[in-house]
């Protein structure tokens, strides 16, 4: 059975940082492209950064750049996603996705940021 448990959320204020986690489990981790995304209210998913399979390369949405890091630890099936100097802009539920080309798709339930003062 797949899962992905995403943590970390909370409350913080303008130009704080938080630390959130998505422990995957039921598929092989190390073979897939991870994501975070992040839905505010009343608006779209977004896209927020990835981390590739293979050799760890990352992408970033242009907001977020410069500003958060994404990573991964494949020994223990956890991605990450440091957020420092965050803004009222970034609070949203976050969600962590799994890919890997011709396979179906994994979503975490989602873990709430709220960014305020």
């Known amino acids: 059975q797949v899962q992905l448990v995403e943590s970390g959320g909370g409350l913080v204020q303008p130009g704080g940082s938080l630390r959130l986690s998505c422990v995957a489990s039921?598929?092989?981790?190390?073979?897939?492209?991870m994501s975070w995304y992040r839905q505010a209210p009343g608006k779209e998913r977004e896209f927020v950064a990835r981390?590739?399979?293979?050799?760890?390369?990352?992408n970033y949405a242009d907001s977020v750049k410069g500003r958060f890091t994404i990573s991964r630890d494949n020994a223990k099936n956890t991605v990450s996603l440091q957020m420092n100097s965050l803004k009222s802009e970034d609070t949203g539920v976050y969600y962590c996705?799994?890919?890997?080309?011709?396979?179906?798709?994994?979503w975490g339930q989602g873990t709430q940021v709220t960014v305020s003062s």
């Open positions: 996705k799994a890919r890997r080309p011709g396979l179906p798709e994994y």
């Open positions: 039921g598929f092989t981790f190390s073979s897939y492209a």
């Open positions: 981390i590739f399979s293979a050799g760890g390369s990352t």
